[in-house]
């Protein structure tokens, strides 16, 4: 009945077993993925600075040996933020279908509810992409990547991006993942407060609004890219 | 007006069912749902057959036995209605109506369109009370309660515990009913001092009965017969983190 001492790890444990434990986990490492999402969008949209150097600096700045420590610190916290992220999401999905097996012969939806319906597909879809993405211009394993100094390492950001989005297949696989990650966020930018128990008769209306503008707003911004190398107004 | 019924039969817990179509010739738009399906039993039970079994008791829409998947959705079209209260008028001659069972591992079918809801009462068993001495009723401004606490104390409890929202619940989760009754009690003052750890004992229960956990999608709140809001849910959640954070164990170690 009281707050007695309980060894933490215990009550960690506890804390997770329970789903709305779970779903407060999904709602913290979400804010953290949505805060990367945000930060990663405004330095990529440096590409459009008049100076096409200006992106290859910033990644230059990002690959200074003197900001390894906090890079790959981020580059951690983010490893295990996805990975709490999916495992509860999983975790939770097959609790909940396990929950109906018999299902129904009719079943009508609510027509608004579709990005919360299908967040378990948004998901691992925009999962998928995060590694395509790493793969292409992190790891270049799908092109072969221009740098402009091997040690240290700086990358030609500017030119990978152009090569890479003159492709059609991949600027279209990067076009419809941002598409199922606004719906995801869509969906997760205010379900985040109510998983938490942030709910408002006259404020959850407008975060609902707000949610679904910025995820918008980020779509375009992360499509717009792609969209414009293949209309040739970023070019090399 | 004439309406084709498919309705699914199932003549007992261990039994399989199936989907089986009927005619009801001469529907009047006056009558409610369950008078329409009371023809039927009735010309079902001339003919010999067995009649359609469904739950049902006050029919004036407060008592919460009522309900079916109409086209799948819980309650049928009309939203805030109850079963019981949709009349025929909200349908054409020639309508084609699914009824199936509220669908739950929680909520097994008994028969037809009856499932057995005692998961519910085992959840409000769980903590779903307050545990004070009761007596004569106190006088009745001896406990001031604000009169916003108490409205929307009074809109929770006007869940009715049908288990429309399970049964419209992508997940099956029982979260929307939980959440009515943790606003009902843990707005007033009463229900104070046993708030968290009714969070604590209610939500573990619901797992034990096997019943999802929400994901946000309000599918709960547009069928509920009572307009309860998914408010109450993230006021559960509120309740429930800030008794986990506290170390709250609820009763039996959950
Ligand atoms: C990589 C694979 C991913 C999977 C499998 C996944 C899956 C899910 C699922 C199933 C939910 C449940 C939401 C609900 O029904 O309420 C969810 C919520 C959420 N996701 Fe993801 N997701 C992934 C990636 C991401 C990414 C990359 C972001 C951010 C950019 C993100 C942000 C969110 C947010 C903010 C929520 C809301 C949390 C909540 O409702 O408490 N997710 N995710
Ligand atoms: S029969 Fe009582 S609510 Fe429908």
Redesign the interface.
């Known amino acids: 009945m009281s707050a007695i001492a309980i060894n933490p790890i215990y009550r960690a444990v506890r804390f997770y077993e329970a789903p709305i434990g779970k779903k407060a986990v999904m709602a913290i490492t979400g804010v953290m993925l949505v805060g990367y999402v945000i930060g990663h969008l405004l330095g990529n949209l440096q590409i459009y600075a008049s100076d096409p150097e200006q992106i290859n600096r910033y990644a230059a700045f990002l690959h200074n040996p003197a900001n390894a420590i906090p890079l790959w610190a981020i580059r951690g916290v983010l490893l295990a933020a996805v990975i709490l992220h999916i495992t509860a999401s999983v975790q939770l999905w097959l609790q909940n279908r396990a929950a109906r097996p018999v299902g129904y012969v009719k079943k009508d939806d609510v027509p608004a509810s579709y990005a919360a319906r299908t967040m378990i597909w948004s998901g691992p879809i925009v999962g998928a992409f995060i590694v395509f993405h790493v793969l292409h211009l992190t790891v270049g394993a799908v092109l072969p990547l221009e740098d402009i100094n091997q040690n240290p390492h700086t990358p030609n950001v500017y030119e990978n991006v152009i090569l890479g989005f003159q492709n059609p297949w991949i600027s279209g696989f990067y076009i419809l993942a941002m598409i199922l990650l606004c719906l995801h966020l869509y969906h997760g930018m205010w379900s985040m407060f109510q998983s938490v128990g942030i709910s408002h008769p006259r404020y959850t209306p407008k975060l609902k609004k707000g949610a679904a503008i910025l995820a918008i707003l980020i779509a375009i911004g992360n499509c717009s890219i792609p969209i414009a190398v293949m209309a040739g107004l970023l070019h090399l | 007006m004439r309406i084709i019924l498919?309705i699914?039969r199932q003549r007992s817990a261990g039994e399989k069912g199936r989907?089986v179509r009927y005619e009801v010739p001469n529907v009047s738009e006056h009558m409610s749902f369950l008078e329409m399906l009371d023809v039927l039993n009735e010309d079902l039970t001339m003919r010999g057959e067995e009649p359609v079994a469904f739950d049902h008791d006050c029919r004036e829409g407060i008592c919460g036995m009522c309900g079916a998947?109409v086209?799948?959705?819980a309650h049928g079209p009309l939203p805030g209605t109850t079963l019981c209260q949709l009349h025929m008028r909200h349908f054409k001659d020639g309508d084609e109506l699914?009824l199936?069972p509220w669908?739950?591992?929680?909520f097994p079918v008994v028969k037809d369109l009856v499932v057995d809801r005692s998961a519910f009462d085992r959840i409000i068993a769980a903590g779903g009370f307050i545990a004070v001495a009761t007596g004569s009723a106190p006088d009745g401004n001896a406990i001031p309660v604000p009169k916003d606490d108490a409205e929307k104390s009074m809109d929770a409890a006007a869940c009715i515990g049908c288990g429309a929202c399970v049964a419209m619940c992508?997940?099956?989760?029982a979260s929307l009913f939980m959440g009515a009754k943790m606003a009902h009690l843990g707005l007033l003052p009463q229900g104070q001092p046993e708030r968290e750890?009714r969070a604590v004992a209610m939500?573990?229960q619901a797992?034990r009965e096997?019943?999802?956990?929400?994901?946000?999608?309000?599918?709960c709140e547009?069928v509920c017969p009572k307009d309860i809001?998914?408010?109450v849910?993230?006021?559960?959640?509120?309740?429930?983190?800030?008794a986990?954070w506290?170390?709250?164990?609820g009763v039996a170690g959950d």
């Open positions: 498919h699914w989907m998947m086209n799948g959705i699914y199936e669908r739950a591992r929680a992508p997940n099956a989760s750890r939500v573990a797992n096997l019943f999802g956990s929400c994901t946000n999608i309000g599918e547009a809001k998914l408010e849910i993230a006021r559960m959640n509120r309740d429930f983190l800030r986990k506290a170390g709250e164990e």
